[in-house]
């Protein structure tokens, strides 16, 4: 992709997301957002991706005003049918939601939002990934919950480390979205608003 013109500012502290702009060959700094992720129960998860990563674009936006940049947030959701799952809040709650998405094809949900602090001009768009897990046993999700994997993970899983072997398949979107970041889209979209007018 051609060189960005304005800096970069990466709206998140989750290191999964960084690696993966850093492999994309950017650029960046970081500023964590901090916003109210509350939405009504009835938003659709595609939706509520978006609105969440906007949210968190715009938190750190206000905080950068002075400067011209682009900063890029993101959001992902796990999505059982309509039932959203997020962060897992303990051990408790991690080990239900390993057990509503145990043998399911569910979705993974990534919003991106990238935007210009020059204008608060802004391009945002979401990948969706159908992930097909297999049967997991009780063994099997008290074991992964006991390992702390789970922590700060959509779902309460990580593809990219050990719950891989609980997914049989991937459709649509790519691996990079079940990370936390589709890295084409985020490229596309920071690429559309630099040049931008």
């Known amino acids: 992709m051609p060189a960005l013109a304005r800096p970069l500012v990466l709206a998140s502290a989750s290191p999964r997301r960084r690696e993966l702009l850093e492999r994309a060959g950017l650029a960046f700094t970081i500023e964590v957002s901090s916003v109210d992720e509350g939405l009504h129960p009835l938003t659709p998860p595609e939706e509520a991706a978006l609105e969440l990563a906007e949210r968190k674009a715009r938190a750190v936006a206000r905080r950068l005003v002075s400067r011209d940049v682009l900063v890029l947030a993101a959001d992902t959701i796990v999505a059982v049918g309509e039932r959203m799952l997020g962060k897992a809040a303990d051990e408790r709650e991690a080990g239900e939601m390993l057990h509503a998405l145990s043998g399911t094809r569910h979705r993974v949900i990534t919003g991106v939002c990238a935007l210009r602090t020059r204008d608060f001009a802004l391009s945002r768009g979401f990948e969706r990934t159908f992930v097909t897990m297999r049967a997991i046993t009780e063994p099997e999700i008290a074991a992964y919950v006991a390992?702390?994997?789970?922590?700060?993970?959509?779902?309460?899983?990580?593809?990219?480390?050990?719950?891989?072997?609980?997914?049989?398949?991937?459709?649509?979107?790519?691996?990079?979205?079940?990370?936390?970041?589709?890295?084409?889209?985020?490229?596309?979209l920071l690429t559309e608003l630099d040049q931008r007018g």
Do not use: H, M
Request: glycine share 12%; proline share 2%.
């Open 147 to 188: 390992s702390g994997e789970w922590k700060d993970k959509a779902g309460a899983y990580a593809i990219q480390e050990t719950a891989d072997r609980f997914v049989t398949s991937l459709e649509e979107g790519g691996f990079d979205n079940v990370v936390g970041l589709p890295v084409e889209l985020s490229l596309r």
